[in-house]
């Protein structure tokens, strides 16, 4: 089992930043591929970025790239999401999430693990 908390999420204006963590516990972190996901009102859980094992591979969803960075501290069990230029488009709540297959994940079906999601709210 992995547990997952995210933090840092909150009311921003537009252009500000935010960052938001996920730390970790229970089984092997460092051996897990993760993603930050962020689903809106009325809108599906999609996509923002996922990271491998050892952060040498990272996927952005087009909406985020040049925006946001994914990283990861395996020392820590942290896996963080820096958010700059924010929108209002970027309001939704985000989840991170451990997944237990090899490479770089990008369908919310190949992870297995979610945290209970952080509110990021920008406003215009």
């Known amino acids: 089992q992995v547990q997952l908390v995210e933090s840092g999420g909150g009311l921003v204006q537009a252009g500000g930043s935010l960052r938001l963590s996920c730390a970790a516990s229970g089984r092997t972190f460092r051996s897990y591929p993760m993603g930050w996901f962020r689903q809106a009102p009325g809108k599906e859980r999609e996509i923002v970025a996922a990271i491998t094992w050892n952060g040498g591979g990272t996927y952005y969803a087009d909406s985020v790239k040049g925006r946001f960075t994914i990283s990861r501290d395996n020392s820590e069990n942290t896996v963080y999401l820096q958010m700059n230029s924010l929108k209002p488009e970027d309001t939704a709540v985000y989840y991170c999430?451990?997944?237990?297959?090899?490479?770089?994940?990008?369908?919310?079906?190949?992870?297995?693990?979610w945290g209970q999601g952080t509110q990021v709210t920008v406003s215009s």
């Open positions: 999430a451990a997944g237990l297959r090899v490479g770089l994940p990008r369908n919310e079906i190949e992870y297995d693990y």
